[in-house]
């Protein structure tokens, strides 16, 4: 089992960052490919970003190229998203997930393990 525990999430004008977390407990942090995923009211959940394991590779969908990146700390089993220029447009719930899996996954189905999320609130 791993535990995942989401943080960072806030109130913030467009235009602005944020920096959300994601702390792992549990199973070896560092053996798992781990996703950001969002969900907006009455949408479905999103892929957002993701990062290999392995090599540490990243892939994001396109809409948070260039403005968001997804980073690691394997010592610190933590799990970062930093935002930027956030827009009205990313204003969601976060999750963070885990996957056993090597390469990077972009659907939700392939992850295991998620977190309770924290909300992001982006004004105009």
């Known amino acids: 089992q791993v535990q995942l525990v989401e943080s960072g999430g806030g109130l913030v004008q467009a235009g602005d960052s944020l920096r959300l977390s994601c702390v792992a407990s549990?199973?070896?942090?560092?053996?798992?490919?781990m996703g950001w995923f969002r969900q907006a009211p009455g949408k479905e959940r999103e892929f957002v970003a993701a990062?290999?394991?392995?090599?540490?590779?990243?892939k994001y969908v396109d809409s948070v190229k260039d403005r968001f990146t997804i980073s690691r700390d394997d010592a610190k089993n933590t799990l970062y998203l930093q935002m930027n220029s956030l827009k009205p447009e990313d204003a969601a719930v976060y999750y963070c997930?885990?996957?056993?899996?090597?390469?990077?996954?972009?659907?939700?189905?392939?992850?295991?393990?998620w977190g309770q999320g924290t909300q992001v609130t982006v004004s105009s």
């Open positions: 997930a885990a996957t056993g899996q090597i390469v990077i996954m972009t659907s939700s189905s392939a992850y295991d393990y």
């Open positions: 549990g199973r070896t942090f560092s053996r798992y490919s």
């Open positions: 990062i290999s394991w392995i090599g540490g590779h990243t």
